[in-house]
């Protein structure tokens, strides 16, 4: 393999790409000293920029909730742009989904943090995440779903 061929990872940009905080029960929710329930999901996404470029974005939402009322609704979308390059095709799909996400989770985490300590409650540290389990049960989910759509002779 020459040199030209040698496979390449680089992040180019990281930034938050959307960052949403909700409090639509303030300043009332503030007087409760209850200890909220606290809900997380977390997604990302790829998009092709073209020439082996990508974007990702890790999204977190968390909210939390006191009985019925919700005490903060935070979301915010980690993003960065990848070069990819001289990577096998069957390669680049989880580079995107396990690698870039690890890179980013750390500034997502920051970021939900630092936001809901401004808003005055106490920080909410994500758990670390394991994005190659995700990633293999996201794929035993499509095969499972593709194996079901497969008539039985």
Not at 18 to 25: F, T, V
Not at 81 to 100: G, K, M
Request: hydrophobic share 40%; charged share 20%; net charge negative.
């Amino acid at each position: 393999m020459s040199e030209t061929e040698q496979p390449v990872f680089t992040i180019e940009k990281l930034y938050v790409k959307d960052l949403s905080l909700e409090l639509p029960n303030a300043p009332q929710i503030f007087l409760d000293r209850e200890q909220p329930g606290i809900e997380v999901g977390l997604q990302s996404a790829a998009n092709g920029l073209g020439d082996g470029v990508f974007e990702v974005v890790l999204t977190a939402t968390v909210t939390a909730r006191i009985g019925e009322k919700t005490q903060y609704l935070v979301e915010a979308g980690q993003a960065g742009i990848f070069q990819i390059r001289n990577v096998p095709d069957e390669e680049i799909e989880p580079v995107l989904a396990i690698a870039c996400p690890n890179i980013l989770f750390p500034y997502l985490r920051e970021a939900v943090s630092d936001t809901i300590t401004r808003a005055g409650f106490l920080p909410v540290l994500l758990a670390p995440v394991n994005f190659e389990a995700l990633y293999r049960q996201r794929l035993e989910q499509q095969a499972q779903q593709q194996a079901g759509e497969v008539p039985i002779q």
